[in-house]
């Protein structure tokens, strides 16, 4: 199957700092991928679509100015966590597909936010 | 709004049995559903799949059911293994790419 990393898997920052997540499809081109927050021993929660030359849509109740979602390539997304506060501590995944017919989605391996 | 949720929020089986996770959906226009298995700190990795023209589908050790009469789906899993330990999620997609919608999650511990 096709595959996508996610970079990096854990990170910890100070509380007002910003940190980049990348998720890159490393096999196939996707023009949309999907951004989810998990929190402990809850389901994931999809924040965003992120689509490739263009604005990402965000979900009811996510701030755009606060999670910004840049989709530069047809392989790479990436997800800023914008002068994170503790309460942005999560964990972070995302999720491509190869577009078209093909409806199966496939997931990173997460990324482990700390923030403190 | 229509939301995708599960049943059991805990499941423990005994090593060698057969497991069983339930799934109710809400969107019946969601016309894809997933099976995902999700280890700690990991991401979700894809177990099986079915489409909404099939009632069954089965893989190995593993078969998803889906009765869309009353929007339920079944994950069955075959001898359960100790390997099997981890959270299970339903996912469904409504005609929207690759976006899905997951449920709240079953934990599955097998006990050796």
């Known amino acids: 199957g096709a595959v996508v990393s996610q970079h990096p898997s854990r990170v910890i920052c100070k509380s007002g700092t910003s940190v980049k997540i990348e998720c890159r499809s490393l096999?196939?081109?996707?023009?949309?991928m999907f951004w989810y927050r998990q929190f402990p021993k809850k389901s994931l929660m999809l924040m965003a679509t992120s689509n490739e030359g263009s604005k990402a849509t965000y979900e009811q109740g996510v701030e755009k100015d606060k999670f910004l979602i840049n989709h530069a390539s047809l392989t790479l997304s990436t997800l800023t966590v914008t002068s994170a506060h503790p309460e942005d501590s999560s964990f972070y995944i995302c999720?491509?597909?190869?577009?078209?017919?093909?409806?199966?989605?496939?997931f990173g391996q997460g990324t482990r936010l700390t923030v403190v | 709004g229509e939301s995708v949720g599960l049943h059991l929020p805990t499941l423990s089986v005994q090593e060698g049995d057969n497991s069983i996770i339930n799934c109710a959906y809400s969107n019946s226009a969601s016309d894809y559903f997933i099976w995902y298995k999700q280890e700690s700190g990991k991401g979700p990795q894809f177990i099986i799949d079915?489409?909404?023209?099939?009632d069954k589908r089965q893989g190995q050790r593993v078969t998803v059911l889906l009765n869309k009469t009353v929007k339920h789906l079944s994950l069955q899993i075959a001898a359960t293994q100790p390997g099997d330990s981890a959270v299970y999620f339903c996912?469904?997609?409504?005609?929207?790419?690759?976006?899905?919608?997951f449920g709240g999650g079953t934990r599955l511990m097998v006990k050796p």
């Open positions: 999720s491509a597909g190869l577009g078209g017919e093909n409806t199966e989605a496939f």
């Open positions: 996912a469904e997609n409504a005609n929207a790419g690759n976006m899905l919608t």
């Open positions: 096999d196939f081109q996707a023009t949309t």
């Open positions: 079915i489409r909404s023209n099939m």
